[in-house]
C-alpha cells in the first residue's frame, strides 16, 4: 500500500501551470514538523515537495497562501527526467489525491473570502405546536427479552 498523509504550512504562494494538453498543475512544498526537538531544543521540520493536478490544484491557489496550514493525503511517486547538462535527475514527491484547508480564519491569497462574514441562518420558532411529529421505530429485537445465552462454542472466533 502506498498512502501519505502530511499535516503542514505552505513553504510559498502556491502557482498555478497548464500543461500543454490543457491540464493544471500546482507544485508545491510542505514544511511538516517533526515530533522530536534536537540538541538545541529546536523543532525542526521536513520539507517535502508534492503536485496536485485538476481542480484540487486550482483551489489549492485560489485559496490557500504561504504560511497557510494545510492536511495532503495521497501516494508517493519518484519520476526521473534528464536536466539540461544530460545529467539523469530522480524526483520524490507526493501525488496528492485530496488536499484540506485547515487554517480556521478563511482567508484565501486575495484575503476576501473570509467565512466569518456569512449572514447568520434564520431562527426556527418552536414555541408554536406546529411541529411535525417523528415517528420512530421499535426495536426489532425487543420481542426476544433482554439477555441472550451463547456458548463459547457458537462463537466463530
Do not use: H
Request: aromatic residues 8%.
Amino acid at each position: 500500500m502506498n498512502k501519505a498523509i502530511l499535516i503542514g504550512r505552505l513553504t510559498k504562494d502556491p502557482e498555478l501551470r497548464t500543461t500543454p494538453t490543457g491540464r493544471n498543475v500546482c507544485q508545491f512544498s510542505v514544511a511538516v514538523s517533526r515530533n522530536f526537538t534536537n540538541a538545541n531544543g529546536e523543532r525542526e521540520a521536513d520539507f517535502i515537495n508534492c503536485v496536485v493536478w485538476d481542480k484540487q490544484a486550482e483551489n489549492l491557489v485560489k485559496y490557500q497562501k504561504k504560511g497557510n496550514q494545510i492536511a495532503v493525503e495521497g501516494r508517493i511517486q519518484t519520476r526521473n527526467y534528464d536536466d539540461k547538462d544530460g545529467k539523469k535527475v530522480y524526483v520524490t514527491e507526493i501525488l496528492a489525491s485530496n488536499i484540506s484547508f485547515l487554517d480556521s480564519k478563511g482567508t484565501g491569497a486575495t484575503g476576501n473570502t473570509s467565512f466569518n462574514n456569512l449572514p447568520e441562518p434564520p431562527m426556527v420558532d418552536t414555541s408554536s405546536n406546529n411541529m411535525e411529529t417523528v415517528s420512530v421505530e421499535k426495536d426489532p429485537f425487543e420481542a426476544f427479552g433482554d439477555s441472550i445465552e451463547i456458548s463459547d462454542n457458537d462463537l466463530p472466533f
